[in-house]
């Protein structure tokens, strides 16, 4: 249902790439970070532009390179981060993902009892395979309202930190090519502190062509050597 009501399966998978720009606002910054995601279907190989760096990050499906790049995340973990954020709707029904039978919950004061299903995965599947989403559908348009995320990219986090635990919260839609995709939305800590902001998600497209020239690493290129597990400390 939740599927459903954002435009079904078979649209979204038969197209040929996603496509959107979005603009990531963290807490206190002056300005966005403005970036155009655009996304290979099936295959998942990913390429995204930041106008304002001037900067670059493609992602082949084995390795990840940037041009540029003097963002606050490693290129491989950012790649296909606003991709998935935004395409969770579809993403549940991915192979490899495992969905609990549905429960409810409440997000923070809102009175309304949510729809709640956890997404894992399977085994090797992707970088961080024991990271989880809950996620909370709207019980009258079974909407995705929210999802509760792991974050665990050790080269993502504080040196201190093992594990990150947040909440995105959607608040505005558009339909575009019958496909109800978000425009609006939000990162919180479980305490409700802002983490990061998606003021915009604009220029949506599922027919861009994706350009096969961009899975050629330039000369100039920085190859990403960054780690999703941290290394074990060695006992004294």
């Keep these: 249902r939740m599927t459903a009501a954002h435009g079904g399966l ?29 996304v290979e279907q099936g295959s998942r190989r990913a390429y995204l532009d930041f106008p304002e760096m001037e900067a670059r990050i493609s992602w082949d499906g084995e390795k990840a390179w940037s041009e540029n790049w003097e963002g606050p995340f490693p290129p491989r973990f950012f790649a296909l981060l606003s991709y998935y954020f935004m395409n969770l709707p579809w993403l549940a029904a991915d192979p490899g993902v495992n969905l609990s039978e549905p429960g409810t919950a409440r997000l923070w004061d809102d009175p309304t009892e949510y729809i709640t299903v956890k997404l894992t995965f399977e085994p090797g599947v992707g970088d961080t395979p024991d990271d989880y989403y809950i996620l909370y559908v709207d019980p009258n348009s079974y909407r995705l309202r929210a999802a509760e995320l792991t974050v665990t990219y050790a080269d993502a986090l504080p040196p201190d930190v093992d594990v990150m635990t947040e909440i995105i ?42 350009d096969e020239s961009r899975m050629v690493m330039p000369p100039n290129a920085v190859l990403d050597t960054s780690s999703a597990i941290r290394p074990t400390k060695k006992s004294e």
Aim: charged share 25%; with cysteine.
């Design 169 to 210: 919260v959607y608040e505005e839609f558009a339909t575009v090519v019958a496909l109800t995709v978000p425009t609006k939305c939000s990162v919180y800590g479980k305490d409700r502190s802002l983490l990061a902001s998606f003021p915009e998600v604009r220029d949506w497209s599922f027919s861009r062509p994706f």
């Design 10 to 38: 078979e649209k979204w998978r038969s197209a040929p790439s996603v496509s959107f720009e979005a603009a990531l606002l963290p807490p206190g910054a002056d300005s966005p970070l403005v970036h155009r995601v655009t």
